[in-house]
């Protein structure tokens, strides 16, 4: 048994305990580079692998980062063999790196505490040690560096003498009206400072992104370690996302109009933004494509002649089907290479990336790689964006989640898993052009499936009897991960049944340690991606709007009903998992069918969408998914919140007798906390088992090593207590107290 912060397993936990510590240990891979090719033995080259990767630290509770180097040994065809190159070393306080064009450089940027105070430092590391080493928050020409991968980059010039970055703007000093610190005040001009400012609030981008008010483009000298801060950027923008122009003399970036004001940025590819060009020495600001779109992911090619991006329209659902767009940097003409799919054109259902992989062209600087979801898979995908063809190079592996981390000098770094394999890091080289089917991979770190899980996709297909309603006719698919082998009386497994949030997302077929996790201790996972998921085309997208609450609950429980009629399932065992727009299907259920669900926990649910609408960061959403208009403008009228009422899932809370737990995170910006709450004292009123669990410091997500292993064995063990006893009657159920937990 580790030691350390969680005494909750050590003394709760037992079995469960034993399993998650096992199967979270798996690491993944977040960050890969191909270094120069040099001469190997037998006429083979050699090319330098280094990549990045975290791992849970459950006995110190953070999440431990870690690097890998390996020489991959090409014949001029594959590669043949890759070589470990001595061990694993920890990786502390690094928050972004990037390395130079040539490789001869590499950009870092570290963070360490200083008396009490974070000090963000920008390193240059080259093959003789640290040239040089400058303190971004002595500076003090900037605020916080941006680090996250919605406007945060670190791009380096293709002279290597200047490294761009964004970072918050610069705020004045503050001072109370009534109080004077004379220490602080030492050097410090009375400009420089605003009394009576203090509490003022400042917009920030909603749900991860909360410390993002006002960003601004910089650019470190490298040979000067001076720091500048361009002017010309319209100040209803706000830049992110920035790169280099071919000649180095001005910056590409996106810009977030941010004007009325912000709405939440973070799974939402549907707000307003367009393509800009800054001229460092003039100013100017130079618009490159439409700006009544939002867009995202500018890529340039190898030879510098065309950009590549993503683009979708404005509004509407907050994550569709999108465009892959391609800027001729001469003429400045753009066109559309791959085009939004409604439904399927020759078994391709659409591009849905949340972002181009920073290394995504091909040396030929004609075709592109990006992995996407199709359907229940994330495939690998080569576009030509000359033709406009689109070729998966991954369809029909055992693998069913490949993820490319990068492509350079035509050598594809990928990872991949399935729900029964964890991460794979994988290699290979991309064949010449109409050739890429034949493409050979090569593991270059070894991690095996596990025998005693196996995994199938069940194919969903919904009754045509709903008239008007768009899509009805369109299957969709629910991915189904069980433990081999038949249990002893020959009864079924119980069934853990998980909508996924969103609600436009997806469960891709990749390893969630969690679910397996629950495999391990006897249940079938029945993971359900409802029409209005990603990959199944923007005709099954569309189709959820105006129906949430309908269509979803309807098609979970017909995944539901499938998955008992075709499978050794127990269907008196039966318990839902969910979270978000997830939670809010399962909510949905247990009210709906109360008699079905013997257990239910979720994270984060909505449960009142007319409650929610003033203290969401995406108020839009709650107007576009009743099919509601929305501006900016908008006040809601007395049918808007009948409606949104009605499509909420605490219409039926009369109904439930379902034993509930509720896992939120107070610092959640997307789904309030109080929705929760106000679920809880409800059913608490009604003597239904209901037990909340609040987390000071969590998110949406409720991310972090600690809450991430808390909320699961929470879970884990409610699921395990409820669906272990038969239970009938709700007055059975009843004479369980309520409980609330505080962490």
Not at 732 to 741: G, T
Request: charged fraction near 20%; charge should be neutral; proline fraction near 7%.
């Amino acid at each position: 048994m580790r030691q350390g912060g969680f005494s909750l397993f050590q003394e709760r936990g037992g079995p469960i305990d034993a399993v998650y510590q096992e199967l979270s240990e798996f690491p993944s891979v977040t960050y890969a580079r191909v270094g120069a090719g040099f001469a190997g033995c037998g006429g083979n080259k050699c090319f330098p692998l280094y990549t990045e990767w975290c791992q849970p630290d459950l006995g110190s509770c953070r999440q431990l980062r870690f690097s890998r180097q390996h020489v991959l040994h090409h014949d001029g065809r594959a590669v043949v063999s890759v070589t470990p190159v001595g061990v694993p070393a920890e990786i502390r306080d690094q928050l972004l790196v990037q390395v130079s064009p040539t490789g001869r450089l590499k950009a870092v940027l570290t963070h360490h505490l200083e008396r009490g105070q974070k000090q963000e430092v920008l390193e240059v590391w080259s093959s003789s040690g640290r040239v040089i080493c400058v303190n971004l928050t002595e500076l003090d020409e900037h605020g916080r560096v941006y680090t996250d991968g919605q406007f945060g980059c670190l791009a380096w010039s293709s002279s290597e003498t200047r490294i761009l970055y964004v970072a918050e703007r610069k705020r004045p000093k503050v001072q109370p009206l009534f109080f004077q610190d004379r220490s602080s005040q030492e050097g410090e001009k009375p400009s420089e400072t605003r009394k009576g400012e203090q509490f003022v609030y400042y917009d920030n981008w909603g749900e991860m992104l909360s410390d993002n008010s006002v960003p601004v483009l910089c650019v470190l000298d490298v040979e000067t370690k001076e720091i500048s801060v361009p002017g010309g950027i319209p100040g209803h923008l706000s830049p992110g996302q920035a790169l280099w122009s071919p000649n180095d003399k001005g910056v590409v970036f996106v810009g977030w109009w941010h004007e009325p004001f912000r709405l939440g940025l973070n799974a939402c590819s549907n707000r307003r933004s367009a393509l800009f060009l800054l001229e460092l020495l003039g100013g100017s600001c130079e618009l490159l494509s439409s700006d009544c779109q939002a867009v995202s992911s500018p890529r340039l090619s190898p030879d510098g002649t065309h950009l590549l991006y993503l683009e979708g329209p404005v509004f509407g659902p907050h994550r569709q089907c999108l465009k892959l767009q391609m800027l001729n940097w001469q003429t400045k003409f753009t066109h559309t290479v791959v085009d939004v799919v409604r439904t399927a054109t020759d078994g391709f259902w659409g591009i849905y990336s949340g972002a181009l992989p920073l290394l995504c062209w091909a040396m030929d600087s004609r075709r592109v790689l990006l992995s996407t979801p199709q359907r229940s898979r994330k495939e690998l995908l080569v576009v030509d964006t000359k033709l406009g063809s689109v070729k998966c190079i991954t369809a029909g592996t055992p693998e069913g989640c490949w993820t490319l981390l990068g492509i350079q000098q035509d050598l594809l770094v990928v990872n991949c898993s399935s729900p029964s394999c964890p991460p794979v890091l994988k290699v290979g080289v991309l064949p010449p052009a109409g050739s890429e089917q034949e493409l050979q991979w090569m593991r270059a770190v070894e991690t095996s499936a596990l025998p005693d899980l196996k995994w199938k996709i069940l194919t969903v297909q919904p009754p045509v009897t709903e008239e008007g309603i768009p899509c009805a006719d369109l299957a969709f698919e629910a991915l189904l991960l069980r433990p081999r082998g038949s249990r002893p009386g020959g009864r079924g497994c119980p069934l853990v049944v998980s909508p996924h949030g969103g609600p436009h997302a997806a469960f891709g077929a990749c390893w969630r340690p969690t679910m397996a996790c629950l495999c391990r201790l006897g249940f079938a996972v029945l993971m359900v991606n409802y029409r209005g998921s990603l990959g199944f085309g923007q005709a099954s997208i569309e189709s959820l709007i105006s129906r949430v609450g309908i269509q979803d609950v309807e098609d979970t429980q017909l995944a539901v009903e499938l998955a008992l009629q075709s499978e050794p399932l127990d269907p008196n065992r039966i318990a839902l998992l969910g979270g978000s727009h997830g939670g809010f299907v399962c909510c949905h259920l247990i009210g709906r069918y109360p008699t079905m669900y013997k257990a239910c926990a979720v994270r984060s649910p909505v449960v009142n969408m007319a409650t929610l609408l003033g203290t969401s960061d995406i108020p839009d959403w709650r107007y576009t998914s009743l099919g509601l208009p929305y501006c900016f403008e908008r006040i809601p009228s007395e049918e808007d919140l009948v409606a949104m009422l009605l499509h909420s899932p605490i219409i039926h809370a009369a109904k439930v007798c379902t034993p509930l737990l509720l896992c939120v995170g107070a610092k959640d910006r997307r789904v309030s906390p109080y929705q929760a709450l106000e679920y809880y004292r409800v059913l608490q009123a009604r003597g239904i088992p209901v037990r909340l669990l609040w987390y000071p410091e969590g998110n949406h997500t409720l991310s972090g090593v600690q809450t991430e292993a808390d909320f699961f064995m929470n879970c884990a063990q409610w699921i395990m207590k409820h669906l272990s006893v038969e239970t009938t009657t709700g007055g059975q159920q009843a004479s369980e107290k309520a409980e609330l937990s505080l962490f």
